[in-house]
């Protein structure tokens, strides 16, 4: 009996110990302050915090800012477990999020975020901007990048080809599938790269230049299977799949690498793979913007719709007043600090005194003096107005879907985009 | 028994009794722990996700729906999809991989071969690889620009890299591969531990009595090794209709959708859609029923039909 | 007669080839440790030297160390706790043999068959209310990790298989000689099933150092990231450096390697030791 008292006591004080030893593992040692930073994308979001770092760090020396790289998903997803949970242990003082999810934070979790509305200029950020990051009027995220779309397009290869730049200029779907089949025949070249089992992307973009959504005007009901831009974006898709002028890549190395390899001659795409796009020194001057194809017979189509774009937003961590100076002091007021965002990094901000701003109009030597940055600003204010609405995440697996049914599987489109409504129908009561 | 107790006095029984009793529940205290666990961490859970699964919501704000999940349940095209995929790979992968683990371990158990260890091992090597990593690997070796391509691009076995991972058959294939490759080696081991117990004796006798080595191989071998096959079966099948780690990291569910499977849908409803765990809640139940199903199933398929069960 | 069989020539072909698929992406692993992501795209097969170069990036950009450390320690207790709860339930119903613990038994073996996923949504939101009550034991620590693991239904299950086999008369004569039950536990039946404990130990080592989806809810600070974990993002990267994720790919392998060959004899012999019957 004795023995047995003994050993229980002997196990409860290794557990103890144990167990103690490991709760005390992820403490924080903290002797300075802290912000903890999380977003994707080294080239472009990463970019621009060190930049901000720089810039508060020479006011505020003794604050430590720790950046790390998360991939954008996890982000939600860790997120959305901290909410459900109802804890915030481990979750950093800042996070990137995209606009697709704001909403569906705001909505459910408003409580979890500092309202940042109080500190900084609402009027600092473009109009379509407001609404999507803030709640019952205040605003809760620090809009950054403006996601506004264009094409760079390779005029070396046009040119071998016989065409200019002034042919790709504001053309439909339609016209640059002429292009490109000639391209093809002379050059071997294809137009563009796309993954094509996630489609989502492609989808908002060609969405947004129409002013369309995957939901109406309430942001709620899903309307897949009696949408022209969607019908007409999954043709399009699908044309250029089936004369083999579209290349597939699984992840962004291989999409880099096609397009630094001369396998495409077109980045359809957001303002912010400009820093992707010149990762390739070799290629400076041969790359020109131009604005995004339009949508062919499908009323309301424009050259200029928007992919992305998110806001910074501060959790209810300890530590966010200093997290909201931080954000304050460089992404909501600063427009010393965007102009460096744009020369240093070719990051081009939603932040409206930009406009006024010389540096704006500055040739960018990458792009043959093409002051690109003016272009993709202009064009920001051309988009027609979309309401992001909640279930864009689950809208983009319907649309990769359905693609992939219509490519792989030989599904005809109206069946595969009837189902997606049907799913859509039968899922979202 | 000791002898001790064939010439006991009364007094002496009573106190065997109180200490046989004693010993029963030093017995119990022995078990009291992993029980009450249990009870905890998964008898609990499963009745508490029935009752979840009746409510519906976002977040924690869940209200009473009745079966209206349900109803969700059988027309979520998702759902049918990612039921598919577990099924398919159940019916395909288990019955493929016991049957390679089979004559892995047969051939490895003939006492004429040289080399058996390192076969054994290599064969074995897969089973302790991290399901991350070799999932990783996999992913990379299929990309539509990884190595196997290049390899039968190189030997003129085919004109245009394949994409494995963008079709969905193939992409299912890719998985099944990647999970035969993994677990065959694991399984091999427990039938080569059993084989090994099996007297030679029986075999000899066989011999002479002129069955050749197939039908030894069906009408001893594989009756002889019934119980742990079922095992293996019972494990596997468990295993596949959970499939997470490497649908994860190999596809990601993907092409679209071609490859989710259940347990994944379930994560995603609980973290990534607009979260409602009540729905979640719905479909892990389903999963549970079906796992329960397809082991009764597979006990009453293969039960003792001749001879009742020996107590062990 | 020392001839060579037909038949033995086929088997020893078929045996090579399965050797060779089952080795083949732990060589492309390992050689891809010490290439240059782009090489590796390229479909290089021989090893480069650009290990020194790899490692460095893993140093400096990846959680890796953090993640060795806390799979390791969150594997070791997991394992010790599990195998004494495990081993002293599988005993227990072994040798203190009675009807109602049958039952008891029987009602467990049922419960191996739910799935994780139905445990999931509701031991998450267990999970939620402890920590809101005993964050110590709530999300993001290793507590909330290890513990709905600990008890294993296959281990009890295996522990009891194996004892079966075990000499009961030993346990008699201790008994005879006045040792506790406990001390008969610890000091005769452990140290003769130390082939059991190797297998199990393996096991369950393998099963924790691999876990990914608990951890993956359970562990949001990246202080507390496991390997599987760490091999997850660096594969979420935006772009991927395919050096460094299969170097971290074949280290996070080395450890459950090593443990596995030090055991490795123990192991076939646990394993047998409980097929029998």
């Not at chain 1, 339009?294 to 806001?311: C, E, H, I, K, Y």
């Not at chain 2, 039968?152 to 058959?169: C, R």
Request: aromatic share 12%.
């Amino acid at each position: 009996m004795k023995k047995l008292v003994s050993v229980i006591g002997a196990s409860i004080l290794m557990l103890t110990l144990l167990f103690g030893l490991a709760g005390c593992g992820s403490d924080n040692d903290s002797g300075a302050e802290q912000i903890v930073i999380w977003a994707w994308d080294p080239a472009f979001n990463i970019a621009a915090l060190e930049l901000a770092a720089e810039f508060f760090n020479a006011e505020n020396p003794d604050v430590e800012i720790i950046i790390e790289e998360v991939a954008f998903d996890s982000i939600v997803q860790q997120l959305n477990i901290a909410f459900a949970a109802g804890t915030m242990t481990g979750l950093p003082n800042i996070a990137l999020v995209e606009q697709y999810q704001s909403q569906v934070f705001l909505q459910n979790f408003s409580e979890h975020f500092y309202p940042i509305g109080n500190r900084v200029n609402t009027n600092n950020f473009a109009g379509y901007t407001v609404p999507i990051h803030s709640h019952n009027g205040v605003m809760y995220g620090v809009p950054f990048d403006t996601g506004a779309i264009g094409m760079f397009v390779r005029h070396d290869i046009l040119a071998q080809a016989g065409f200019s730049v002034e042919d790709v200029y504001m053309i439909d779907w339609w016209e640059a599938l002429e292009i490109s089949e000639a391209v093809f025949e002379a050059t071997g070249v294809r137009m563009f790269s796309q993954n094509l089992a996630a489609t989502g992307g492609y989808a908002r973009m060609n969405m947004t230049a129409s002013g369309t959504w995957y939901t109406g005007a309430d942001g709620q009901t899903v309307n897949i299977n009696n949408s022209p831009s969607i019908r007409r974006a999954v043709e399009v898709l699908k044309e250029f799949v089936d004369r083999d002028l579209v290349m597939h890549h699984g992840d962004a190395n291989t999409m880099h690498a096609n397009w630094h390899t001369s396998q495409v001659w077109a980045v359809p795409g957001a303002v912010w793979l400009t820093p992707s796009v010149m990762l390739d020194d070799g290629l400076s001057g041969q790359w020109t913007l131009v604005p995004y194809p339009r949508l062919p017979d499908v009323q309301g189509a424009t050259n200029f719709g928007n992919m992305g774009g998110s806001a910074w937003y501060i959790l209810d961590v300890p530590g966010y007043e200093i997290a909201a100076e931080f954000l304050s002091f460089t992404f909501g007021n600063n427009l010393e600090f965007h102009e460096a965002l744009l020369t240093e990094i070719g990051a081009l901000s939603v932040f409206t005194p930009l406009a006024n701003s010389p540096v704006l109009s500055e040739p960018h030597p990458f792009f043959g003096g093409q002051p690109i940055f003016q272009q993709f600003s202009i064009w920001a204010n051309n988009i027609p107005q979309f309401n992001v609405g909640l279930h864009t995440y689950f809208g983009n697996s319907l649309i990769s879907t359905a693609i992939v049914e219509i490519l792989e599987e030989g599904r005809d489109i109206d069946d595969a985009l009837n189902a997606a409504q049907h799913h859509a129908d039968t899922q979202l009561n | 028994m000791s002898n001790i107790s064939l010439k006991e006095p009364p007094q002496a029984k009573r106190t065997l009794n109180l200490t046989r009793f004693k010993r029963d529940l030093v017995g119990w205290c022995f078990i009291l722990a992993p029980v009450i666990l249990i009870g905890i961490f998964v008898v609990y859970p499963m009745i508490n996700s029935f009752h979840l699964s009746l409510q519906s919501g976002v977040g924690r704000n869940l209200n009473f729906v009745g079966l209206d999940n349900y109803t969700r349940l059988f027309q979520d095209r998702t759902f049918i999809r990612a039921l598919q995929n577990n099924l398919t790979y159940l019916a395909i992968q288990v019955p493929l991989m016991i049957l390679l683990g089979l004559l892995y371990a047969v051939l490895l158990n003939k006492k004429d071969l040289k080399f058996r260890s390192f076969f054994r091992m290599c064969i074995f090597l897969p089973a302790i690889t991290s399901l991350m990593a070799y999932a990783t690997v996999f992913r990379y070796l299929f990309d539509q620009q990884g190595i196997i391509n290049a390899l039968l691009l190189n030997w003129g076995l085919i004109q245009d890299p394949i994409g494995w991972l963008m079709n969905p058959v193939l992409a299912r294939v890719t998985i099944i591969a990647a999970l035969t490759w993994r677990w065959t080696g694991y399984n091999m081991i427990f039938y080569l531990s059993s084989l090994q117990n099996i007297d030679e004796g029986i075999y000899e006798a066989a011999k002479i009595d002129g069955a050749n080595a197939v039908q030894a191989f069906f009408k001893i071998t594989i009756p002889l090794l019934k119980p742990i096959i079922l095992f293996t079966s019972i494990m596997s099948t468990i295993g596949t209709l959970q499939l997470f780690d490497e649908v994860v990291q190999i596809t990601d569910g993907g092409p679209g959708q071609a490859t989710v499977t259940m347990t994944q849908y379930i994560f995603n409803l609980m973290f990534w859609y607009n979260p409602d765990f009540g729905y979640a809640a719905t479909v892990s139940f389903a999963v549970l029923l079906m796992i329960l199903t397809l082991s009764v199933i597979q006990f009453w398929a293969t039960r003792d039909r001749d001879k009742p069960r020996r107590r062990a | 007669m020392k001839k060579i069989k037909i038949s033995n020539v086929f088997i020893y072909i078929f045996l090579s080839v399965a050797s060779f698929i089952s080795i083949f992406p732990f060589y492309w692993m390992i050689v891809s440790s010490t290439n240059r992501s782009f090489d590796i795209t390229m479909g290089r097969l021989l090893p480069g030297n650009y290990l020194f170069n790899n490692i460095q990036t893993m140093l400096n950009e990846t959680n890796f160390l953090t993640g060795l450390w806390n799979s390791a320690r969150i594997a070791v207790i997991a394992t010790v706790l599990t195998l004494l709860l495990s081993s002293m339930a599988g005993y227990a119903f072994e040798i203190y043999k009675s009807k109602w613990k049958d039952i008891v038994f029987r009602l467990l073996l049922l419960s191996m068959m739910i799935p994780t996923a139905t445990m999931i949504v509701p031991l998450f939101l267990m999970l939620a209310t402890v920590s809101n009550t005993v964050p110590a034991f709530g999300l993001d620590t290793i507590p909330a990790i290890i513990i709905p693991g600990l008890a294993s239904v296959f281990l009890i299950f295996f522990f009891r298989q194996s004892t079966k086999m075990f000499a009961t008369d030993v346990l008699e004569a201790a008994r005879i000689d006045g040792m506790g039950e406990l001390g008969m536990f610890f000091r005769i039946y452990m140290p003769i099933m130390k082939n059991t404990y190797a297998a199990a130990a393996i096991i369950t080592f393998m099963g924790s150092w691999n876990a990914f989806l608990w951890p993956r809810i359970v562990i949001r600070s990246s202080d507390l990231h496991t390997l599987p974990i760490v091999l997850n993002l660096v594969n979420a990267t935006y772009t991927l450096d395919f050096g460094l994720i299969l170097l971290v790919s074949t280290l996070s392998i080395i450890p459950m390697g090593i443990v596995f060959f030090v055991l490795q004899k123990h192991f076939v012999a646990g394993m047998m030791g409980s097929s029998k019957g």
